[in-house]
């Protein structure tokens, strides 16, 4: 905290993340004041689920409120919150009974694979997936929550007798806080095939067919004011605004200002995200179509299911080595890692593949290959697959002016200059990256302006540098992208009969949720 004289008046954001929740103050001019982070870890109770405790999310942002401007703080806590932003990953499916306590775990977003026929079942009720593209805007997926919301009904019956009422993390943030139940539109969209994409409302007809008994939230934008702090919280005063807040990588996106026509965003985090954007509606059988985090405009997006979480891999691979050190022999291996070539599917893929069945795979090993090869190899194994998704950016017809990038992953500088020799793009680098909790502190901002625009994000958070592709390296990385698209199909039968053999066999299974059974919100 910078010392001063009196109260410095700040915005608190806060975001859920897969592997950590973070939490920063923002003075009005942008400036990071202070950060925390609690680190986690999600349950996968059986092969295919992904999933995490709800009321640890709001264990999570108490502790970072109280570390922030709380007790824990001592005296730098002088600090007056202005608002309150909240953010979290998803779209994810949270449910409680009338108590509004959760009735199971949350389960997560499209890492999250379990509702394979669900999502057959439904798009042959709902007229095939082209009408619930027309209807929706995207295909059912993975990442979709109306065939999670059906597994629940057919797998869980007690629990999904219990269920009232549809949580995401910032939605369930927001409710604690504020005791008002809603969601914002830009998660709505992704409760494919819940939202009309005509009306921006709840669909009048496959809403109920597969939420069936529970309540909808009131849809709000992410920016809007949803209420006050109903008490004192952890030395945030009651009366203190709370915004809706929206999924992590839309609210990455607004905190380096890249939610305009023409931007493209590059998320660098556990998972890879990217998100365009335009002023009309776009469909695409391979992406996702949703409605935008601000008011008159859309998206167009896609979402790798490892980035971060292959080097992460690698690492504890080979004896947990410092990022830095695994860093620095990768940038001594040479473009294309001596001849190392990966797919990036350890955990399926999302778009464009549309493939949770889809397996990793390291082509090319021979005995004199290093860590630093085989790191590269996964920097380089994310950014072929960027450069897949950019191609199904643009067959739909969506505009590429400028790529914006954000997340963990932009520092170091590596991982981003392999990403811009891959795809030829450049891409520019703000002075703040840490993401989701300050878009969410720029959400909470942008409440209190009288004309609802938000500060002026080059003034908040100026460009830092721009990473420009090195010409040297096109050649190869042209001829290995040709190896990679060939590589999936040429392998994908194996996969596949791999991935059933994984789940008839593997009763590996990270630690199970806490019980939420005797909670009640506090």
């Not at 993401?435 to 500060?455: H, I, M, Q």
């Not at 999936?488 to 039968?493: H, K, L, V």
Request: proline share 7%.
């Amino acid at each position: 905290m910078r010392p001063g004289p009196g109260t410095v008046p700040c915005y608190l954001g806060v975001d859920i993340g897969t592997s950590s929740s973070k939490g920063v103050l923002v003075s009005p001019d942008g400036e990071v004041l202070r950060s925390a982070v609690r680190e986690h870890e999600v349950s996968r109770p059986a092969p295919g689920h992904v999933e995490m405790d709800g009321e640890l999310w709001w264990q999570e942002f108490q502790q970072l409120a109280a570390e922030l401007v709380g007790a824990e703080a001592g005296p730098a806590a002088d600090v007056r919150v202005l608002a309150i932003g909240v953010s979290g990953m998803g779209p994810c499916v949270l449910l409680t009974d009338e108590d509004d306590v959760p009735v199971r775990p949350a389960v997560l977003y499209g890492v999250d694979t379990r509702a394979g026929s669900q999502i057959d079942a439904l798009h042959e009720e709902l007229g095939g997936p082209g009408a619930v593209m027309e209807g929706s805007g995207s295909v059912l997926t993975s990442q979709a929550v109306g065939p999670k919301l059906r597994w629940v009904a057919e797998h869980e019956q007690q629990a999904w007798a219990r269920a009232r009422r549809l949580f995401m993390p910032a939605s369930w943030l927001a409710y604690r806080l504020t005791g008002e139940y809603v969601l914002d539109r830009h998660s709505a969209s992704q409760c494919t095939p819940m939202l009309d994409r005509h009306t921006q409302d709840w669909h009048a007809r496959w809403a109920p067919l597969v939420a069936e008994h529970l309540e909808l939230p009131r849809l709000r934008w992410p920016a809007e004011p949803v209420g006050t702090t109903r008490s004192e919280v952890c030395g945030i005063p009651a009366g203190t605004p709370v915004v809706a807040g929206t999924i992590d990588a839309w609210t990455e996106a607004l905190s380096v200002g890249a939610q305009g026509p023409g931007d493209l965003m590059l998320m660098y985090g556990t998972t890879l995200f990217l998100v365009a954007t335009g002023t009309e509606p776009v469909t695409s059988p391979v992406m996702w179509g949703t409605t935008g985090a601000l008011p008159g405009t859309f998206n167009l997006a896609g979402g790798m299911a490892t980035s971060g979480a292959l080097t992460a891999w690698v690492r504890r691979l080979v004896g947990d080595v410092p990022y830095e050190t695994l860093l620095e022999e990768a940038a001594l291996s040479p473009a294309g890692a001596d001849g190392l070539l990966a797919l990036p599917y350890f955990a399926g893929e999302r778009t464009p593949v549309q493939d949770p069945d889809a397996r990793g795979v390291v082509a090319g090993l021979t005995l004199s290959h290093t860590r630093g090869d085989l790191y590269r190899a996964m920097l380089e194994a994310t950014a072929f697959g960027v450069r897949h998704n950019v191609e199904g950016l643009r067959e739909a017809g969506v505009p590429i002016d400028r790529v914006v990038a954000v997340g963990g992953g932009t520092r170091g500088g590596l991982w981003t200059q392999v990403v811009s020799d891959v795809t030829g793009l450049e891409q520019v680098v703000r002075r703040t990256s840490i993401g989701a909790s300050y878009g969410a502190a720029w959400l909470a901002a942008t409440a209190l302006t009288d004309d609802g625009a938000g500060p002026d994000i080059d003034a908040w958070n100026p460009i830092e540098l721009v990473v420009r592709p090195d010409p040297t390296t096109r050649d190869t990385y042209d001829r290995l992208y040709a190896a990679y698209r060939d590589l999936y199909p040429a392998t994908r039968d194996i996969a596949h009969a791999l991935a059933d053999l994984q789940r008839s066999t593997d009763h590996r299974t990270a630690p199970a949720s806490p019980s939420t059974t005797d909670r009640r919100p506090r």
